[in-house]
């Protein structure tokens, strides 16, 4: 069940290192005290190996990247997979930039990640890979919707098995696969568009899903996927007419500190494929 | 009518790329998402003009300015220009500090600026010249007020003739001008300089007022400083007897979320001189 | 009384230059703002030094550090000594990495600190001293509590003594101390672990206190203390079911806000030993 994955999060406080962008990198701190975690931000390289040392995961986010906090995810991504510590990729912005879509590419293969997680450009993108037609097949929609999904669930699950990392696909409906199985999600709602962030937000959440629960990956991905939706749905619910989406922002948050295993079992809407 | 120009902006949606500074910098991506528009940061100056060649315009803020973003600033802006997208600069700071008011005026020197918004302090700086006497007078007062609005005014165009920009000097009173036309705007309330970044939040909502309004960029970049100051007093409006400004500038983000064309109409205060 | 310190804030308008980490620099610049000082924010070493010397204190933290800010931090502390201003020490991160570690055993043996700020584990790492076991005794125990408090007032006076600072520990009972007189303090809630930055905060709006009671700095530092703490409860006591760390994250810059020296005085929790 999720919410197992929500209690043992409560219970192990997983302290999540995290190199992340500077425009959302407070909420993905408050995010992980919500939850249940524990946070530390380090980007420097001569800083990044102690730091992940003593955490129990790792989530890399390329949202603000720049030529030292590149070297630091690196570094970082390499110590951690000698730990063991779960890893995951945020491509924030892959195919907007040259610098970003190489970074993402040579981080994936130099890095072993658990989960890569992003909306369907940016994992199109690093499907496809940097400037190649090669790759697994990445001729699926701008968007999954319930008229593609039988082949959205077939391009996330041959990428999930090309990286050999659990792919999430996050937008209106949400994909959480491995190669062989495929978590199709239905929370949230559409005004988390209009908060920065909770894509990030979601990154740091899934990463102490992911430390919290090393023997149910997948489920524990799909798990984190079902609470930050759940808790835009919940957030919305306590919105009042002058609200906005900076209000919302703090709902969502507020709503997952108060998330419990019952809320969540009972919340979570979700098919397996 | 202002209103033409906010529902242009929800309508066309414009992607706005920020350099700015890491202070305000999510208050700027949330105000640009409650406007309707879209945003982008990147400071890395591998990593700018992709960036900015997909977006519709560039907002440059010195803020919290290092050697590397400052190169970004260029290489950005330049790029913009090439484009022909509107660039907006605030040059937090400017006056302050040997940096902050060298890179100010080194960009103005070489990238030709929409419009340049900041403080009276800011701008007088600016329009004395680094270190100089040179430039236009700047014998106006260190506040704009109803005293010595008449100096005020035909310094701002002074300034707007000289830099061939925009020139928008924000504080009690608000002057909004080009060389020939100056809106006077009296909205806003007192408390807003009591939250970190309302300066900045307000240069990222002009520029995607500018993007989403080419043809006529002075009334966009006076109709989103009459937005930013009426959302001050509608935000006022729902504040409770415990509330500071913390809440205040949720207030702020939410009541610009909510804002449309006729409340703007109405709730505008603005002459033209 | 401590209500004297607060009001000689509002009073000044102390202009706190901040070299701080970017996770939680939007809440130190608007704890800043409620308090009734003046944040300005800068790292890069060319900008650092002409920034301190038109402020009135300095806020070295040193949560995101890199090799560009820790050469800011030395610039900045320097240019504030020759300047007679306070300048404070957070040492985030010291014992966790070797050069958070380094960088702050280093601070302190070039920078004449008069606040040095941290939680029990920082501070003692700094008082063993970086990878040796000379220095002051550290055999206190992880946490300040209420049956190991004569030997941790007895630490932290020794510490103070040795580093010629004060020396602020802070946790579920908070020491605020130099060689000769500790203020033992219980304001606060434990809900404010929760939080991202609560600590990052404090050290912003101790040094605005600093800056404005130049000739009670002990005390200063105490009454920014019960501050923090008190807004905790008075935040604490408005949040409603729904309501999260998020929420309480502004309760509590708005409880700061709102605060007044009659509210202080009758609310603030301490003993002097």
New interface residues.
């Given amino acids: 069940m999720l919410g197992n994955c929500l209690e043992n999060v409560r219970k192990n406080v997983p302290l999540v290192h995290n190199i992340t962008?500077?425009?959302?990198?407070?909420?993905v701190?408050?995010v992980l005290?919500?939850c249940g975690g524990s946070?530390?931000?380090?980007?420097?390289p001569?800083?990044v190996e102690?730091?992940t040392s003593?955490c129990g995961g790792l989530n890399i986010n390329i949202?603000?990247?720049?030529?030292?906090s590149i070297k630091g995810m690196f570094l970082a991504g390499k110590k951690a997979n000698e730990l063991n510590h779960p890893v995951l990729l945020d491509p924030v912005?892959a195919g907007?930039?040259?610098?970003?879509t190489d970074t993402a590419v040579n981080l994936i293969k130099e890095i072993k990640f658990t989960v890569i997680r992003g909306n369907i450009s940016e994992i199109k993108t690093l499907a496809l890979g940097s400037g190649t037609t090669k790759g697994v097949d990445a001729d699926v929609a701008d968007a999954v919707t319930e008229e593609n999904l039988d082949s959205a669930v077939k391009f996330v699950k041959d990428f999930a098995k090309k990286s050999g990392a659990i792919v999430a696909i996050t937008g209106a409906i949400d994909l959480v696969s491995d190669a062989d199985t495929c978590y199709v999600i239905r929370n949230g709602r559409p005004e988390m568009g209009?908060?920065?962030?909770t894509g990030c937000q979601l990154s740091g959440l899934m990463t102490a899903y992911l430390v919290a629960n090393p023997d149910n990956l997948l489920e524990a991905a799909a798990a984190s996927v079902c609470v930050m939706g759940l808790a835009g749905e919940?957030g919305w619910k306590?919105m009042k007419s002058?609200?906005?989406?900076?209000?919302y922002?703090?709902?969502?948050?507020?709503?997952?500190?108060?998330m419990d295993a019952d809320t969540l079992n009972k919340g979570a809407k979700y098919e397996v494929r």
């Fill in positions: 962008n500077y425009v959302t990198v407070n909420d701190a408050n005290l919500a946070p530390i931000m380090s980007d420097e001569l800083d102690d730091i003593i949202g603000t990247l720049n030529q030292s912005g907007a930039s040259k610098l970003r209009k908060i920065t962030g919940i306590n002058e609200d906005g989406n900076s209000t922002r703090n709902r969502i948050i507020d709503a997952i500190y108060n």
